[in-house]
């Protein structure tokens, strides 16, 4: 019995997902449940599991994009036999002689040419000779990466095979953006292009913060298994702002304003893959020790792709940290449908005027970016201002004073 893998459907606006990375190789036998590759969409990465135990074939290779419902897999059901090796061409090699129990799709001859249907569809697009081409799949058969790699001018051929090195080498390299880059690219633009974007600074003397994170951090850590970083007081600074100022916690839907009557906060985090922005629930109700456990799961989600729609999809606000990559100032951009978004910075040792006497401090530029359709300069200008008074003032914060 074979057991048809198909793409899943992860949101009701997303009809198409791409081939990340494969995590079983084909001809492998592999356990119901386990899963067996990860998917891209426009909007996370996810991985797609097996119902069944067998042996897996590929039906697509890595970066094909494919219809929500397509085969991108089968496994034909069966134990594993004794010695199995995990190995494509070691298991053809043992079948009997055929070397053609491939990794791909079945090639497809062309004259004497060995080429997989979707390779050949490609060089058609692309003007690709074939028999320039030379196959790197199992029987020399010519795949997909062979003729992208030919058509962008790489040492495929056996013509380019044979010139010097030098000329072969490449001085630029091209690849497909990935669903979530596109999606991240498309949605800056939109925001950059429907909002009006204005941002206004502030400082904040980071002095009581770090001393009460110093003073509580051993007895947080043992009693809640999590320490105490800045973003928890960040995000509770930002929801006595959003209370303070309302109009910040609302947005603009066609030519109605939404006010929200709820504070869940999105706080952006940097993945190989992409920005992520997950979104902390209720912060108004919950605890520090709440928010750090919610940050640190999300952020383990999204580094493993594992993080799903309902985690990204919600917040009325966004705290962005440049600072952990070393920015001192930036202008972060829009978060849409969002009417604002908090950029934090690096800490840093400046001298300021305290009390007419010059000391050192360690101080953080803040920036809130905001949409002026929505929200006016004094608004803005007041919601940053109690941020920063939050944040120099803890201990208030933290009694609600």
């Known amino acids: 019995m074979v057991q048809e893998i198909k793409i899943p459907s992860v949101g009701e606006s997303i009809t198409s997902a791409t081939v990340g990375t494969w995590l079983k190789a084909d001809g492998e036998y592999v356990e119901s449940g386990?899963?067996?590759?990860?998917?891209?969409?426009?909007?996370?990465?996810?991985?797609?599991?097996?119902?069944?135990?067998?042996?897996?074939?590929?039906?697509?290779?890595e970066g094909d994009d494919l219809d929500i419902g397509a085969v991108v897999a089968i496994v034909e059901e069966g134990e594993a036999s004794e010695g199995h090796s995990e190995s494509p061409e070691e298991e053809a090699a043992d079948?009997?002689?055929?070397?053609?129990?491939?990794?791909?799709?079945a090639p497809e001859p062309a004259g004497d040419i060995r080429v997989t249907p979707v390779a050949r569809k490609i060089a058609e697009e692309e003007g690709v000779?074939?028999?320039?081409?030379?196959?790197?799949?199992?029987?020399?058969?010519?795949?997909?990466?062979?003729?992208?790699?030919?058509?962008?001018?790489?040492?495929?051929?056996e013509k380019e095979k044979e010139a010097p090195a030098a000329a072969s080498e490449k001085r630029t390299t091209r690849k497909k953006l990935s669903p979530l880059r596109r999606k991240i690219a498309t949605h800056l633009v939109n925001a950059q292009q429907e909002a009006a974007i204005l941002s206004t600074f502030?400082?904040?003397?980071?002095?009581?913060?770090?001393a009460l994170r110093k003073r509580v951090q051993?007895?947080?850590?043992?009693?809640?298994?999590?320490?105490?970083?800045?973003?928890?007081?960040?995000?509770?600074?930002?929801?006595?702002?959003?209370?303070?100022?309302?109009?910040?916690?609302?947005?603009?839907?066609?030519?109605?304003?939404?006010?929200?009557?709820?504070?869940?906060?999105?706080?952006?985090?940097?993945?190989?893959?992409?920005?992520?922005?997950p979104v902390i629930r209720d912060c108004d109700t919950k605890s520090f020790a709440e928010i750090e456990q919610d940050i640190i799961g999300y952020a383990t989600k999204a580094r493993e792709g594992s993080i799903s729609l309902d985690d990204l999809q919600g917040g009325v606000f966004t705290i962005t940290n440049g600072g952990i990559y070393g920015s001192l100032l930036s202008t972060p951009i829009l978060n849409p449908p969002q009417s604002g978004i908090l950029g934090m910075h690096s800490i840093q040792q400046r001298p300021v005027a305290i009390d007419g006497?010059?000391?050192?401090?360690?101080?953080?530029?803040?920036?809130?970016?905001?949409?002026?359709?929505?929200?006016?300069?004094?608004?803005?200008?007041?919601?940053?201002?109690?941020?920063?008074?939050c944040i120099e003032n803890p201990d208030r914060m933290l009694i609600g004073v």
């Open 202 to 210: 502030n400082e904040c003397d980071m002095t009581n913060v770090m």
């Open 95 to 105: 079948s009997d002689g055929s070397s053609e129990a491939a990794a791909e799709p």
């Open 129 to 157: 000779d074939l028999s320039s081409v030379t196959g790197t799949g199992a029987a020399g058969k010519i795949t997909k990466s062979d003729v992208l790699e030919a058509a962008s001018g790489g040492a495929s051929s």
């Open 218 to 277: 051993e007895d947080f850590v043992a009693k809640h298994g999590v320490k105490l970083g800045f973003m928890s007081f960040f995000i509770k600074a930002v929801v006595d702002g959003l209370k303070a100022v309302p109009g910040i916690n609302a947005q603009i839907e066609g030519d109605e304003i939404v006010q929200n009557h709820f504070h869940d906060v999105g706080v952006a985090v940097g993945t190989d893959k992409g920005l992520f922005v």
């Open 34 to 61: 386990e899963e067996v590759l990860m998917i891209e969409t426009d909007k996370v990465s996810t991985g797609i599991p097996t119902e069944t135990s067998g042996i897996l074939k590929h039906q697509a290779n």
């Open 357 to 389: 006497e010059v000391v050192i401090r360690p101080m953080m530029y803040l920036a809130l970016s905001y949409d002026h359709r929505i929200v006016d300069g004094r608004e803005a200008v007041t919601f940053l201002v109690r941020v920063k008074e």
